[in-house]
Every structure is written in C-alpha cells, then in structure tokens.
C-alpha cells in the first residue's frame, strides 16, 4: 500500500496482493522474433544433453528374444548411447529389463 492509501494498481484479495506482470521489448520483426525463439530453443535443448549425459534409462517389459545389442540398435535413433544391458538369470534368458 502506498503512502496515500492507494495499492499502486494491485489489487488485494484474501489479504495477499494480485500482482500481474505485463512483459515489455522493443518491437521485433517476425523473423527476428523466430530466430530468437529458435536460437533460445536450441540453447535448451543442448543443456538438457549435458544434464543427462550418462544417466542410465530403466527399460521395462522387454521381450525375451531382447539381446543388447538389439536393445542398444533400438535406442540409437534417439542419439549416442554410451551402453545397453539386458538383465538376465543364471540361466542367460532375459528378466524382463534392462538399461540403457
């Protein structure tokens, strides 16, 4: 509140104030507004590699026939993969999961 009474375009309900923040830019073309946008993106999505780079990925529900190398030729089309493991018994038939 302000010092005349007024809440200084907030309005309070419940006892806590309702702030809205309004964003304010210069006026951008609509290319230069994508190019931003795709730039940001790009950004994002290289921080999200490092972050999980050499996370392991539990794989659940895998057929029996499932090998690594077939689990590891699966995961390719999603990028590098550091490794791929079907668990197995003593046996050496498979459990049902793996990693990836």
């Not at 830019?25 to 921080?47: F, N, T, V």
Request: net charge positive; glycine share 12%; aromatic share 8%.
């Amino acid at each position: 509140e302000n010092a005349d009474g007024s809440t200084g375009g907030r309005k309070k309900k419940g006892g806590r104030d309702n702030i809205k923040r309004l964003y304010v830019g210069r006026a951008q073309k609509k290319a230069e507004r994508q190019s931003e946008l795709k730039r940001k993106y790009e950004l994002l999505k290289q921080e999200r590699l490092q972050r999980y780079q050499g996370v392991n990925l539990y794989v659940k529900n895998l057929d029996d026939g499932l090998d690594d190398e077939k689990l590891r030729t699966e995961f390719e089309k999603f990028g590098a993969i550091t490794s791929a493991k079907v668990m197995t018994d003593d046996q050496n038939r498979s459990k049902g999961f793996g990693f990836v």
